[in-house]
């Protein structure tokens, strides 16, 4: 039985204990509803496995405080082990360290002076057609508004501000057949692809200050594939590229650099998401100013860009390393998750 | 019922109908097996699925004639389909047509001034270590021995001589994995392929001349693979190459050409086949002049490598256009069968 009284480190090891691999939360978000139901201050609604609680106490700004339920698959690594320093286990930092600050505040935030909006949300790890803040932002988008964002994904207790945007496409290279006997009767598609790949190492990364922080890009081949058998010259080479672009650019600018930067080449846009900017204004500046450490780029994307999508200022904030997340000796320090706790506390009720 | 007595055009729509794909050559077998040993003037064994034939007349020469009875899987493309100027069908071409010629001889070469074996043998057309012919020159080396072989490989009715050898290889590259986010942590596999692929199309290929036949050289790569997912940089990266390699280079020079060309880089090799000479001298030699037509050099391997490497002459000499080898449409000319058949027997006789 999960209980918000509870230390928040006992909440963490309990979240940690119900698995919640994604498309499987559903264990977790009715231990998470029913623990959020038994506070008053809080009205619970749920949507899938995701589970959104708010108070409505007439305060002059609201808070959005987010965080996601589901995991990367078990990897050897349940159930959790707290060692005094660490705990460890699948999503101890990614995230239900910061989902368990999060319900530690959830439970005990009634003479907060922001309203807040509790939102844990189901399927983070996956497509994002199956996201349910994604989902949630389509069917109840009033219920994302707010001044400020605070998502509780790992940055080892820093806000990590804005994040980048991720554009994958996939390039295709075609050649003519031939037996490999006759080579020269054939175009080698897979041969094509060195002024290619050259191109993508040589690609000269941006690093432009946004807001006065400094994002860094990346243009990379992830993944290629060509060949038929090994007497054929090969007609076809795929090479898939994900572009990590800055929040100075919209996914349109991303899109127009590519199409530019590889033109004459076959581009098929597979998947795209947008930036964020750090927007460290009014009610995020007074954030940051509470966690007294200077905000740092989010490198990576987040779930802080369907906030700005809706015009809602938004950072992430969390105990935990994020170079740990999705590794099989994830942790998250003892000492984060209190820190985080008190830093919340403090700024909400002072 | 296959009648060596009957048309080499009926023999070759009979051989073409008994389906033998790689691996189910017995009815087929069985079949050829029945029809040679009708004959008295021929010494007929059997090893698996493949049958030799021999005559023992004492004569001062011995010339093998050899033919492989499987085809590639089928195409839609049975059953045959003679209309009256092609023989049309899985098989027709590469190589039941030779085949045929080999058969409408052996049933009618009691007179021949050499003494003759034919081989019809299982698995060309599959690994290596599967080859009918290789299994018998490993168990019953001498019984590929003679002055000459002539494998009735499709080569248009004239005679390609010897082979270039084959070597498959793989080259593995090597990096360091990266969240895509931040890949200046990485090294990247994929990319770092670029000046291997460049070199590899930059290779000039040799078209050295052997025994006055000129061979040309191929180095290419007939496939690519490499990523791990979207959001990683790849830490490996395979390129698998081919290269055929002309009569003047031993299987050892060619790998060691191919471990200097490539220096620096962890090379696999995969298979290797050695390339053979034309030794166009002596029976060889008798045999080009009574076809009449200058000999061409064989573009890709062939089974005459296997009877060079036992020191016996070997070339390729069939009915049929060898760029319809394992096409859905292969045929061969009737025209060609014919020929085929009064130039080996005119060169036997007289």
Redesign the interface.
């Known amino acids: 039985m999960l209980d918000l009284e509870d230390d928040v480190v006992s909440i963490a090891e309990a979240l940690v204990n119900v698995e919640s691999v994604s498309h499987h939360e559903k264990p977790l978000a009715d231990a998470v509803e029913c623990a959020l139901r038994r506070h008053d201050h809080l009205t619970v609604s749920r949507f899938g496995n995701t589970v959104v609680a708010r108070t409505s106490a007439g305060r002059g700004r609201r808070v959005v405080v987010a965080g996601h339920l589901d995991t990367v698959p078990l990897n050897a690594n349940l159930p959790a082990r707290n060692d005094g320093e660490l705990l460890h286990g699948l999503g101890s930092c990614d995230m239900k360290g910061g989902v368990a600050v999060a319900l530690r505040i959830a439970g005990s935030c009634a003479d907060a002076l922001s309203d807040l909006t509790f939102i844990f949300y189901e399927c983070e790890e996956v497509e994002s057609t199956a996201n349910g803040l994604a989902k949630l932002a389509e069917v109840r988008p009033e219920l994302l508004r707010a001044d400020l964002a605070i998502l509780m994904e790992p940055s080892n207790g820093q806000v990590e501000a804005g994040c ?1 945007g ?1 554009l ?1 496409f996939d390039i295709k290279l075609t050649g003519r057949r031939a ?6 009767q054939g175009i ?1 598609a ?6 290619v ?2 191109k ?2 040589s690609f000269r ?1 941006r690093t432009p200050v946004v807001d006065g922080l400094t994002y ?1 890009e ?1 243009l ?15 007609d076809e ?1 795929h ?2 590229v ?1 572009f ?1 672009f800055a929040p100075d650019r919209s996914e349109h600018d991303a899109i127009d650099f590519v199409h530019n930067y590889f033109e004459g080449h076959d581009i098929v846009i ?2 795209s998401a947008p930036a964020a900017p750090p927007g460290l204004t009014g009610t995020a500046r007074s954030f940051v100013e509470a966690v007294g450490k200077p905000a740092q780029p989010k ?3 987040t779930d802080v860009a369907r906030f700005a999508q809706l015009g809602v200022p938004a950072l992430n904030f969390g105990p935990g390393d994020p ?1 740990l997340a999705h590794t099989r000796d994830e942790h998250v320090p003892i000492a984060q998750l209190r820190m985080c706790e008190n830093t919340m506390r403090e700024w909400l009720t002072t």
């Open positions: 980048q991720a994958d037996h490999s006997a006759r080579s020269w080698n897979v041969e094509t692809a060195a002024p790949l050259a993508l190492n990364a860094h990346g990379n081949a992830v993944a290629i594939h060509g060949g038929i058998a090994r007497n054929v010259i090969p080479c090479i898939s994900n990590r597979v998947d490198l990576g994307w170079l």
